[in-house]
């Protein structure tokens, strides 16, 4: 499993039940269904995603973000996960609500736009950076919001999003003191485990 995905893994409790927004070819809900035994579904809209996962045995709907997630119920699920999709999304402040109305929890991950590199790199060749990260170039890119951590965990705080637990890693998803000491400078990736507004 990818470390990224293992990380996530690891924050779920067995036989949970996970809706994973954006799950690709759903290599994470077929290693929790096997190894956690996870009541799950995955929400793509690539065809070759959705024939990937249902070859592996994931439950899948073909469904794009930006049109919500209406069609579930509150209290549906335990999690509901989205790993690096945050930026790409046209409305995420409703997105996240939804998350947190028919789940319990969300797990949410995404790229930081506030790490020394970037910084660097707009500060002294004043162009868009591109790096391991945030591979593409300004006019090819699929992110159109990207955000640091400092700016994600205002936002929480204006919505009142509980932050439970937040793990910030390097760009091999490995945690490591230096990352936490100046997390929005240092951190390449952050995964937010995030509760109901309190």
């Not at 991950?109 to 391991?132: D, E, I, K």
């Not at 400078?185 to 995030?194: H, T």
């Amino acid at each position: 499993m990818r470390s990224d995905l293992a990380l996530i893994a690891n924050l779920i409790n067995r036989e949970a039940r996970v809706l994973d927004l954006g799950c690709g070819e759903g290599e994470l809900l077929a290693a929790l269904q096997k190894e956690k035994a996870v009541k799950g579904y995955g929400l793509d809209r690539d065809a070759n995603n959705i024939l990937t996962c249902i070859t592996k045995g994931v439950n899948v709907i073909d469904q794009d973000l930006d049109n919500g997630l209406a069609n579930f119920p509150d209290d549906s699920f335990d999690m509901v996960i989205m790993t690096e999709t945050l930026q790409s999304v046209r409305d995420p402040k409703n997105l996240m609500k939804e998350m947190l109305r028919i789940g319990q929890e969300c797990i949410v991950t995404f790229p930081n736009f506030g790490h020394w590199r970037c910084r660097a790199q707009l500060a002294l060749t004043g162009r868009m950076p591109v790096s391991q990260h945030l591979p593409y170039f300004w006019h090819d890119t699929p992110n159109i919001r990207l955000c640091t951590f400092n700016d994600f965990e205002s936002f929480c705080a204006e919505e009142r999003f509980h932050i439970i637990e937040r793990r910030v890693v390097n760009v091999s998803h490995q945690e490591s003191s230096i990352l936490n000491l100046i997390p929005n400078f240092f951190g390449v990736y952050a995964f937010y485990r995030l509760g109901r507004p309190q």
